[in-house]
């Protein structure tokens, strides 16, 4: 394994090899700097998606109760229509809408001529048919490239409705992987959307679940342990979400933070602006949930809450327990290399952890240096043009609503046995001699597959079937290969069970790469060597 980062880079023309050879890292000791959130190569294989789908379909696609309309070609709301498998059930206003892929369907006419009548129209139609709390309108390439200024219609379109309008200039072209259209979405709430619920009963313990989309189903299953302990759930941003409960987010105790790089901003924002503290948890996992559940139970500090939790804690643990260890022992000692968009590659390890397995390798398609080396890094993180591109908005405490619950040093205090207001980054729970790659490519997957040979790689569907053709299992984290839920308690246990059914399929014995027998090109380089 020692020479595996030299292997992969000893492939690379030397301009490439300078571009990639901070994107990988051998974990030795306690600081790891890694090249992250810096544009791809042109031409390279790479998994990464586009700014619009950050915006759109990760962050505001979960919302049910608006219209999420795609300004641009039929292609762009289609693909990114369904396909995320954030689930969703009508609430108490009745409104499911996440099944219709709202759209202008933009024609060449539409980009000669400008496409803003065809989307004030659009708009007119889908507020009539649907009566939406709010619609919230995206933008795609093209309409960045000819100018239409969406956030105009939205305006007139507001004032003529009566209905929220809100504009976001998420093209797809903007920054370099989806990661820029969280900033731009989590930027548009809290100007528009944070702050403007109405009154609310309280009840004990409220609090946000922020970067949790109910993958799969995962969100439910969160809440249910949290309902069952009693927590208050104010709003979840944005799994099964109602864009209704997000306008009270500043009301509640304390924002719980699963996915940190795709809402980190918005935690922060609320605190800035509300006094609410932030806590990064992670639901993924038994010892991440359980960890996740005492501390927050310690945030609040109540010793009724506090045993509440432990019970709920032991009950559900029971529940599962022996079917999990029945996984355990017949995955125990294998290897896995987990290559996710920010947040999972860190998270499931834990979970796998449960499981015996031990992780090899781990990437992020677009996860900042932080999200791999831990806040402490980001008064070093250098800003590019690619960045700077993206608005950073600062917000103010707002006197009014201001309210903190929990005195400053006492925050001080439990900072040092929880990550409140911090996240420690995926590195903190990896060992030496760990491999992480940044952006990771299709050559790279090659590579790693036939050279490190982990038991499983977790990926997506760019590449699980590259893997597969290979002879090893490939599940996918982001849609769960249409499983789940996967998060808490049961979560774990279907986790379990999916990924003992994918290693023990008698499948793998099959299988047989087909490089391995024929070359599948033949042909000359330049010099005339074969
Ligand atoms: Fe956060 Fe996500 Fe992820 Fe993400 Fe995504 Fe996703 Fe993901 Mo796919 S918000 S960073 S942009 S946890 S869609 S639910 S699975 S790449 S690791
Ligand atoms: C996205 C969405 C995605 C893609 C999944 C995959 C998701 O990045 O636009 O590549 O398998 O989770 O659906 O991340």
């Avoid at 595996?4 to 700097?33: C, M, Q, S, W």
């Avoid at 900042?368 to 600062?394: C, M, Q, W």
């Avoid at 984290?477 to 049961?490: K, V």
């Amino acid at each position: 394994m020692a020479n595996f980062r030299d292997t992969i880079l000893e492939g690379y023309p030397a301009k490439v090899f300078k571009n990639r050879k901070d994107h990988i890292v051998e974990l030795e000791g306690e600081d790891n700097p890694i090249e992250a959130n810096r544009r791809t190569v042109p031409g390279i294989i790479t998994s990464r998606g586009c700014c619009y789908a950050g915006c759109k379909g990760v962050v505001l696609g979960p919302i049910k109760d608006i219209v999420l309309i795609t300004h641009g070609p039929i292609g762009c709301g289609y693909y990114s229509w369904l396909t995320r498998r954030n689930k969703a059930r009508p609430g108490s206003n009745g409104l499911d809408l996440i099944p219709y892929s709202f759209s202008t369907d933009m024609q060449e006419s539409d980009i000669v001529f400008g496409g803003v009548n065809k989307l004030a129209k659009a708009i007119d139609e889908a507020v009539e048919i649907f009566h939406p709390r709010a619609v919230f309108i995206t933008a795609t390439c093209p309409v960045g490239l000819i100018g239409d200024d969406i956030n105009a219609v939205a305006a007139a379109a507001q004032k003529r409705l009566g209905v929220q309008c809100v504009a976001f200039s998420c093209e797809g072209y903007k920054g370099v992987s989806q990661s820029a259209g969280h900033h731009i979405a989590n930027n548009q709430f809290v100007k528009y959307i944070v702050g403007t619920g109405e009154e609310r009963k309280m009840g004990k313990y409220p609090i946000n679940i922020l970067g949790e989309y109910n993958i799969g189903g995962d969100a439910w299953e969160i809440e249910r342990i949290l309902n069952k302990i009693g927590y208050d759930i104010v709003c979840t941003y944005t799994g099964d979400a109602s864009v209704d409960d997000m306008r009270n987010a500043n009301r509640a105790e304390l924002s719980i933070v699963q996915c940190h790089r795709s809402i980190n901003y918005i935690a922060e924002m609320i605190e800035t602006k509300y006094g609410v503290r932030w806590m990064k948890i992670n639901f993924i996992g038994l010892k991440g949930t359980m960890e996740s559940l005492r501390n927050m139970a310690k945030f609040f500090g109540d010793p009724e809450l506090i045993e509440r939790t432990e019970q709920v804690i032991a009950e559900e643990f029971a529940l599962i327990e022996d079917q999990f260890n029945a996984h355990k022992e017949r995955l125990k000692g294998r290897t896995a290399a987990l290559y996710v968009g920010g947040s999972r590659s860190h998270h499931y390890q834990i979970l796998l952890n449960d499981l015996g397995i031990s992780t090899i390798l781990a990437g992020y398609e677009f996860g900042h240096r932080e999200d791999y080396e831990g806040r402490k890094v980001l008064p070093f993180v250098k800003e590019d043009a690619d960045s700077k591109n993206i608005e950073s908005i600062t917000v103010e405490p707002d006197e009014k609503n201001y309210h903190m619950y929990i005195p400053k040093e006492k925050a001080e205090e439990l900072s040092k046995e929880m990550e409140l207001d911090y996240y420690n980054g995926m590195f903190y729970d990896m060992k030496d001699g760990n491999v992480a790659i940044d952006d990771l490519n299709h050559y790279e997957t090659e590579m790693l597959l036939e050279k490190l040979k982990p038991d499983i790689f977790f990926s997506g569907i760019k590449d699980k079937f590259v893997a597969q053709k290979n002879g090893t299992l490939s599940r996918q984290l982001h849609s769960y290969d249409y499983s789940g839920p996967y998060a808490g308690f049961n979560g774990a246990l279907n986790f379990a069970r999916d990924v003992d059914m994918g290693v023990h399929t008698p499948t793998w014995t099959l299988v047989e790469a087909p490089w391995k027998k024929n070359p599948m090109l033949v042909g000359e380089v330049l010099g005339g060597q074969k």
